[in-house]
């Protein structure tokens, strides 16, 4: 447990608590109730069965009716510690379960009511974390909170407070020690309410705290290049080359970053937007100002496929303004590398794409102005800080994020940076119907997809493969290759497959397959969810929909609708959903705004490791 001082013990918080303010009547027991607290007397007990499997067994009743104990396990303790007795009132706790038709608690929690430190005296009961090992040496859930109780009755009117009292009379905030004594025995909801919300507000506190003070610390120690024109790049690509006219929001956010790369101070901004919404393009256009100042700006991208399709989007785009681009990823050979290496050293080289094999120290620029990290939550804090050490002075550094964040949690997740939303989709985008359909309407939705092929579409099937269950997901997947391939047989259809296993050649060349439209489908596990871009393929049928989180539904449904045509999401699920998988589904067939998503996903999962590198 790393338990060395009081305060550790004091911050292991119980993980649930028990509700002990109601007591149940014998009559009123039912086998479906969770747990039920009895007071009553003990009115017989018994040894039953045979020496080798010899159970406890005590008749309890409250006046109302009788029901049975049983104890399998420490039988002789529990006959010794309970005797039958006119005066002797009990407090039960368990679970009811029914055997041979009749109800009965086993290992119930047995206490005398006249006890000192009685359950009675905290009407919520706390539940903590143990281990067998623990348990042994008397560290259960009773043990823990006997030390508990020990502890803060020990350090009494000693426990610091760490707040201002002007923060606490303004948030209406429980002292430190209100709040300690009443996470481990609160006196009611109301109470354990008040002690959660100020231990919450302290943590969130100090995190923004710690936050602001870096962003400060940087903004004292880093100067900014100061990119002071707006030059040829930019407004010929601008005048001439736009592929689409830009929204309102590109335009505000493009003005923005430009602001804060002319102050001098170092930039370091977030640059959220729902899937499809154009965030590469605002950095291309803001790459071309760093360029228009005689600087070099990079783009890191979390997968190769992603960085190679970067480049080729980038490359295409900025091909008649003769900007060289280069493509570095771990499957690059030698002799490309070093040749890549030179001209970024020489300058030659303007923009540079690429993996994290931008990180490696022999990658060294002339002058890195701008660099331009995707998919912030697959790269991570110690990484970002890694290409700043490309100069003497840190180049200005643009985070995209496909993962909308909920305002209020961005602000606390990246107190640090400064944050710009592009919040319109561009035009012409028809929003994706999103239907759920159960497994056993399989043959309905192969028949749709059929349509769709005919009609000259293309579709993604994805399932999922996560790291607890690989085994039993790769066999998934591979039957589900399987009755694809069945159900859409050659010549006349042709199906791809990609997944983590396969080498990243074989993984490029069924990419590509899909994307010059040789295959029709393509079966793939998440290796797809980020940036992926095929106008073609306009249906994305996802396996087992409930076992994604909503974020990541998200992300793997804006696959499609790149094109002008009409695009569809079916999510597949089992009969079997728990109310969670059910409202996941409900909010993907109701939304299809990133922003709206995030909130649900945030009241679903909560927010995880904020301030951690676990994320990295």
């Known amino acids: 447990l790393h338990m060395f001082k009081y305060v550790d013990l004091l911050t292991y918080y119980p993980f649930r608590y028990v509700d002990r303010t109601k007591f149940y009547k014998v009559k009123e027991i039912t086998s479906d109730l969770a747990y039920v607290q009895l007071r ?47 005066l002797n009132e009990y407090v039960v706790f368990g679970k009811p379960t029914v055997f041979n038709g009749k109800i009965n608690i086993a290992h119930a929690e047995v206490e005398l009511v006249s006890e000192e430190n009685t359950v009675l005296a905290s009407a919520m009961q706390s539940v903590y974390n143990s281990t067998d090992k623990l348990k042994t040496r008397g560290l259960d859930t009773k043990g823990i909170a006997r030390m508990q109780r020990t502890v803060i009755q020990l350090i009494k009117n000693n426990i610091p407070e760490t707040l201002s009292s002007s923060i606490c009379q303004r948030y209406q905030l429980l002292s430190r020690e209100e709040a300690f004594k009443e996470i481990h025995f609160p006196q009611s909801p109301e109470h354990l309410r008040k002690a959660e919300f100020r231990l919450k507000f302290e943590e969130l506190f100090f995190i923004q705290l710690k936050l602001l003070k870096q962003k400060v610390a940087r903004e004292k120690t880093y100067q900014g290049f100061v990119f002071s024109k707006v030059g040829t790049y930019f407004n010929e690509f601008y005048t001439h080359y736009l592929p689409f006219e830009l929204t309102n929001a590109q335009k505000r956010v493009i003005k923005e970053i430009r602001l804060d790369m002319g102050s001098g101070k170092q930039m370091n901004r977030l640059l959220q937007g729902d899937v499809g919404s154009g965030k590469t393009l605002v950095a291309l256009m803001n790459m071309l100002i760093a360029l228009d100042n005689g600087f070099q700006a990079c783009l890191m991208a979390p997968t190769e496929i ?4 970067h480049f080729e989007t980038i490359a295409t785009l900025v091909k008649p303004l003769h900007i060289k681009v280069g493509l570095l990823t771990g499957s690059k050979k030698t002799k490309e590398r070093n040749l890549l290496h030179s001209q970024l050293q020489s300058g030659d080289m303007h923009i540079l794409i690429g993996t994290h094999a931008l990180f490696e120290d022999v990658v060294q620029f002339k002058n890195l102005g701008l660099v331009v990290i995707d998919e912030q939550h697959r790269s991570g804090v110690a990484q970002r800080a890694k290409m700043w050490n490309k100069n003497i002075q840190p180049p200005h550094v643009l985070i995209m994020s496909a993962t909308p964040i909920p305002r209020t949690l961005a602000m606390t997740l990246y107190g640090d940076l400064d944050v710009s939303v592009i919040d319109e989709l561009p035009p012409g985008r028809k929003p994706i119907q999103t239907v759920h359909r159960f497994d056993n309407h399989r043959d309905r939705v192969f028949g749709f997809m059929r349509e769709q092929i005919a009609l000259g579409r293309q579709i993604y099937v994805v399932y999922p493969l996560i790291k607890e269950s690989e085994k039993m997901d790769y066999k998934d997947l591979m039957d589900g290759y399987e009755s694809i391939v069945r159900a859409f047989p050659l010549p006349t259809y042709n199906v791809s497959i990609v ?84 409202l996941r589904m409900e909010t993907m067939c109701r939304t299809n705004d990133g922003f709206e998503i995030a909130d649900v996903d945030l009241k679903l999962r909560g927010p995880g490791d904020m301030a951690g590198t676990v994320q990295s």
């Not at 009743?61 to 049983?70: A, F, I, M, N």
């Not at 992603?306 to 399709?309: C, I, K, V």
């Not at 010059?516 to 940036?531: L, N, P, R, Y």
């Open 306 to 309: 992603l960085a190679n399709q």
């Open 40 to 86: 009553g007397k003990i009115i017989h007990t018994e040894m039953a069965g045979v020496k080798r499997a010899q159970r406890f067994v005590a008749t309890f009743s409250d006046g109302t009716g009788k029901l049975e104990l049983v104890w399998f396990q420490g039988a002789k303790w529990i006959a010794d510690k309970l005797k039958p007795h006119a």
């Open 499 to 582: 997944h983590g296993q396969m080498k990243a050649d074989a993984k490029e060349y069924e990419m590509q397959r899909f994307i010059s439209g040789i295959t029709q489908i393509m079966v793939a596990t998440t290796v797809i969810e980020v940036g992926v871009n095929v106008p073609n393929a306009s249906v994305m049928v996802i396996e087992s929909s409930e076992r994604f989180g909503l974020s990541q539904l998200h992300q793997l449904r804006g696959r499609v609708g790149r094109g002008a045509d009409q695009s569809y999401c079916i999510l597949m699920t089992s009969y079997k959903l728990s109310a969670e998988g059910k």
